[in-house]
C-alpha cells in the first residue's frame, strides 16, 4: 500500500461526497466498465506536525570541498548551502495545503485494477470524437508534472469542446496508488498491463494514445508494442535508441543533435550513479531514503536542478518531495530499475527489442536539455515515427518545464496519428 493504514484512512475520509456538485471534467465516458471512486489529496495535520518537527531535528552535515561552490559546478552534486536554505523555507514558509488545493482543482479518482488501488487524475471530454490519451511519467516525477499542462487544456477548453480525454495516472508504487505486491517481482511490462485495463475500463478499448518520459516511456513502449487498444506512441525520452550507423554514429547528425549526444554521455559516466544505487541495493537506498525528509530532499532536488533547462522553482521541487515523503513512494518507486541494472533474466532481459521498437504510429518531441536528447535519424529505428519536433528548449520534466510547448505537441501529434 503507498501508505499506513492510518494514512490511507486520513486520506479515504476526504474522498468526494456523492451529494457534492459536479466538478468540471470529472464525469467518467458512460462506456466505462470500471467504477473509479472520486478521491481528496489530504494529509491529517497530525502527519504535517510530525514531519516539520522531523525536519526540524534534521541535521546538515559539514561543509566539505564537495558540496560548496567549486568548479566542478553541479557535478558532484548537491549544494550544502542550497539544502540549509530549502530546509528553512520548507520548515517555516512552504504551505502542502497550497499544493493539495491545487490537486484538488482537478478531478482525481481512484480503482482497483488486480491488485493494486490506481490513482489518476483526468480531464473527461464530453465531446463525441475526444481522443483518449494518457500521460505518464517516471522517477523521481508524479502525476504533478502534468498539472501545469492540464491547466493549460482546461483554460483552453470547456468539457464541451476539449478534443481529448486526458488520464494522468501514478504509476503503481508512486503517489497516491498503491505499490507493487510484496510476493512477486513487479516490471514495466506489469505496469503497462495495469495501465492497458486502466485505459480500456474507462472507456477507450477502440483505441488510446500513451504519451510517456523517463520510465513512462518504457511503459509507452510496451504499451504500443503489446496492446493492441494502444495505437499511437509519444515519448520525450528515447533511451536505448540504436545508431544507424555503429561505425560512425555522429554522421549526418546536426549541431544541435551532437550537442545532445554528448549531454547523454556525460549523464551516462557522471550522472547515473544514482540509477545503480537503485536498481543494484533498492532495499538499502530505499530504506535510507524514506527515513528523513532532508535526504530525500538532498537525493530528489539534485536531480530537478541537474535534469532541467531551467531550475524549477524551489516550491516545485518541495511538492514534488513532499508528495514522496507523505506517500512514502520510496523504496515503493524505484523497483523498475533493477531490471535495467542487475542481471536476472526478466522479461526486459529476454525480449529488449520491446522496449526499443513498437509497430504502432510514432511521435517523438526534442528537449536540447533532456539527459539523453536522441537524434531522429536514432528514433526513427525505433518504430514508425510519423511525427516530430525539435525543440531549442527544455528539459527532462518537459510538461512541467515547458506546459505550453507539451500541450502544443500533443494536440499536433494527435492531429496528425488520430486520423491515420
Known amino acids: 500500500m503507498p501508505v499506513s493504514t492510518a494514512r490511507l484512512q486520513s486520506l ?8 457534492a456538485s459536479k466538478m468540471p ?34 541535521k546538515i552535515g ?16 548537491i549544494k550544502r548551502e542550497w539544502l540549509s536554505d530549502a530546509k ?8 502542502w495545503r497550497k499544493t493539495e488545493e491545487r490537486i484538488n482543482s482537478f478531478p482525481n479518482f481512484t480503482v482497483k485494477i488486480e491488485d493494486i488501488d490506481v490513482h489518476f487524475m483526468a480531464l473527461f471530454s464530453k465531446k463525441a470524437d ?27 477548453y470547456s468539457e464541451g469542446d476539449l478534443p481529448v480525454h486526458i488520464i494522468v495516472p501514478s504509476l503503481p508504487g508512486y503517489g497516491y496508488s498503491s ?15 495495469i495501465i492497458d485495463q486502466l485505459m480500456k475500463g474507462l472507456g477507450f478499448e477502440d483505441g488510446y494514445i500513451s504519451q510517456g518520459g523517463d520510465i513512462g516511456s518504457m511503459v509507452s513502449r510496451v504499451l504500443g508494442g503489446k496492446y493492441n487498444a494502444c495505437k499511437a506512441v509519444h515519448l520525450n525520452f ?12 555522429l554522421e549526418g547528425l546536426s549541431d544541435v543533435e551532437k550537442r545532445g549526444l554528448a549531454r547523454a554521455n556525460d549523464f551516462n559516466t557522471l550522472g547515473s550513479a544514482y540509477a545503480r544505487m ?24 539534485e536531480k530537478f536542478q541537474v535534469w532541467t533547462d531551467t531550475d524549477p522553482t524551489l516550491d516545485e521541487i518541495l511538492d514534488s518531495v513532499s508528495l514522496y515523503w507523505f506517500t512514502e513512494s520510496f523504496p515503493r518507486a524505484i523497483f523498475p530499475y533493477r531490471e535495467f541494472q542487475t542481471p536476472e533474466a526478466t522479461p526486459v532481459h529476454s525480449d529488449p527489442e520491446l522496449m526499443i521498437r513498437s509497430p504502432k504510429y510514432l511521435g517523438y518531441s526534442y528537449y536540447p536539455m533532456e539527459l539523453a536528447p536522441m537524434p531522429k535519424s536514432w528514433v526513427k529505428k525505433t518504430g514508425d515515427l510519423v511525427w516530430y519536433r525539435e525543440h531549442t528548449e527544455g528539459g527532462h520534466f518537459a510538461a512541467m518545464e515547458k506546459p505550453k510547448l507539451f500541450a502544443q505537441d500533443m494536440e499536433d501529434f494527435i492531429r496528425e496519428v488520430w486520423k491515420k
Do not use: M
Not at 528553512?88 to 504551505?95: A, M, P, R, V
Open 12 to 19: 479515504q475520509a476526504h474522498l468526494g461526497s456523492p451529494k
Open 25 to 58: 471534467y470529472e464525469i467518467v465516458p458512460s462506456k466505462a466498465s470500471l467504477k473509479p471512486e472520486k478521491f481528496t489529496a489530504h494529509v491529517s495535520d497530525e502527519e504535517l506536525n510530525d514531519f516539520k518537527q522531523l525536519l526540524k531535528l534534521s
Open 62 to 77: 559539514p561543509k566539505t570541498y564537495e558540496n560548496q561552490d567549486n568548479d566542478f559546478n553541479r557535478y558532484l552534486g
Open 88 to 95: 528553512k523555507h520548507w520548515e517555516t514558509s512552504y504551505d
Open 130 to 156: 475526444a481522443v483518449p490519451i494518457t500521460f505518464l511519467h517516471g522517477w523521481p516525477g508524479s502525476f504533478l508534472e502534468f498539472l501545469s499542462v492540464c491547466d493549460v487544456f482546461r483554460q483552453k
Open 179 to 193: 505499490g507493487p505486491p510484496l510476493d512477486r517481482d513487479y516490471t514495466v511490462f506489469d505496469l503497462a498491463r
Open 238 to 249: 528515447c533511451i536505448g535508441a540504436p545508431k544507424p550507423n555503429p561505425d560512425n554514429p
Open 278 to 301: 537503485h536498481g543494484t541495493r533498492p532495499a538499502t537506498i530505499g530504506l535510507v531514503l524514506s527515513s528523513s525528509p532532508l535526504a530525500l530532499l538532498a537525493w530528489i532536488g
